[in-house]
């Protein structure tokens, strides 16, 4: 059974950073498309970046220059880093794991704050 357990989020001010981790569990990583997700207070949970099994990436417009997704299949983990943060930034950040046409798995989420 594949199980996903996200860390790194926090508090930080605006402008700093952070790097969540997302830890994988089973022997599919490698073959998954992976991604991260966020849902702000009282907004829908949005698709953050993407990074597929072949290591082809996409970003939402409004990370698009600030965040870099990665992955390490070795490590069966996936990693967002997310630089110049702002308050906009604010969510539960979930990582998502695709695979097979019908495996969709989802971490428990972590909370990263940017506020001063």
């Known amino acids: 059974q594949v199980q996903l357990v996200e860390s790194g989020g926090g508090l930080v001010q605006p402008g700093g950073s952070l790097r969540l981790s997302c830890a994988a569990s089973?022997?599919?990583?490698?073959?998954?498309?992976m991604a991260w997700h966020r849902q702000a207070p009282g907004k829908q949970r949005e698709l953050v970046a993407g990074?597929?099994?072949?290591?082809?990436?996409n970003y939402s417009d409004s990370v698009k220059g600030r965040f870099t997704i990665s992955r390490d299949n070795a490590k069966n983990a996936m990693y967002l880093q997310m630089n110049s943060l702002k308050p906009d930034d604010t969510g539960v950040y979930y990582c998502?794991?695709?695979?097979?046409?019908?495996?969709?798995?989802w971490g428990q989420g972590t909370l990263v704050t940017v506020s001063s």
């Open positions: 990074v597929t099994s072949d290591g082809s990436m």
């Open positions: 998502n794991l695709m695979a097979g046409g019908y495996l969709d798995i």
């Open positions: 089973g022997n599919i990583f490698k073959l998954s498309a």
